[in-house]
């Protein structure tokens, strides 16, 4: 998909961060918008940034509501007749704690978010995709849905699981030639409030500008990389020099990672 002029593009997550520089993004390149948050406020902002609501089709919601989803996906194709692009960005977190930390409810809490919030975006779109000659769907996991991270447990299973959905369905529709592309996007550290609105994070100021100390690649460099793995149908992008880092180091030694994560987890204990 080279070319995103009056395209339709769903974005969920669009209140902020990466959701927000991709929606000003395909703005700018021409494409028709349909975008979600759970926050209302946040979504109406970027709406407003993005060319004000007479233009764009918006939804407050949670993507974890099965029925909810599907029904902003009818919705969506009752607005606009057609959807080209659904980028299932909508994601949280949990912060610090380890897999015996985490409650059964918050490992609902997050799956539901991340990993059904995911698949529902993408098996509500997958069969008006698939009227499209080039369409694409575009999950995005983390350097987490490559690596397990010390007390990410929760975090890291949503997101190896979205790998795992992802690559699946990008091969099955490869075998099926049906036109539609699938993208496993993993970003290292981004420049996003997903450390101050995580679960559990508080007013612990400090353990939060540790955390983000470690993010080095602003939303709209992420959305750049993005919108430009998408237009080389890319089935695995890996977004930031950070993430690109652990990568090559995780093919290369899985051992020493595990030591380098070790030397990290205690530092923060």
């Not at 998909?1 to 395909?26: P, Q």
């Not at 080095?216 to 992008?237: C, D, F």
């Not at 890996?238 to 995780?250: E, N, Q, R, S």
Request: proline share 3%; aromatic share 10%; net charge positive.
């Amino acid at each position: 998909m080279k070319n995103f002029e009056n395209k339709v593009v769903v974005i969920t997550g669009a209140g902020s961060g990466i959701g927000r520089a991709l929606a000003l993004a395909f703005q700018k390149a021409g494409a028709k918008l349909a975008l979600n948050d759970n926050n209302e406020i946040a979504l109406l902002e970027t709406v407003a940034l993005a060319g004000g609501p007479q233009n764009i089709y918006h939804q407050a919601f949670d993507v974890a509501e099965k029925s909810a989803f599907y029904e902003f996906a009818d919705k969506v194709i009752a607005h606009y007749g057609r959807v080209d692009l659904v980028i299932n960005n909508a994601g949280v977190a949990i912060f610090k704690l380890t897999a015996s930390e985490v409650s059964i409810a918050d490992y609902e809490w997050i799956m539901g978010i991340n990993l059904w919030g995911m698949m529902y975006g993408s098996l509500a779109f997958l069969p008006h995709l698939r009227k499209q000659k080039e369409s694409a769907i575009v999950n995005i996991s983390s350097i987490f849905g490559i690596l397990g991270f010390p007390n990410q447990a929760a975090y890291c299973t949503t997101k190896f699981a979205i790998r795992g959905f992802t690559e699946s369905l990008a091969i099955e529709e490869r075998v099926l030639k049906t036109g539609v592309t699938v993208t496993s996007v993993h970003p290292g550290g981004i420049k996003t409030n997903i450390a101050r609105h995580a679960r559990y994070a508080g007013n612990d100021e400090n353990a939060i500008k540790q955390v983000e100390r470690l993010f080095v690649t602003t939303p709209e460099k992420a959305a750049k990389a993005i919108i430009a793995g998408i237009k080389r149908k890319k089935m695995r992008l890996i977004v930031g020099p950070d993430a690109k880092m652990l990568y090559f180091l995780t093919r290369l030694s899985p051992k020493f990672v595990a030591w380098y994560l070790i030397r990290f987890a205690n530092q923060w204990k």
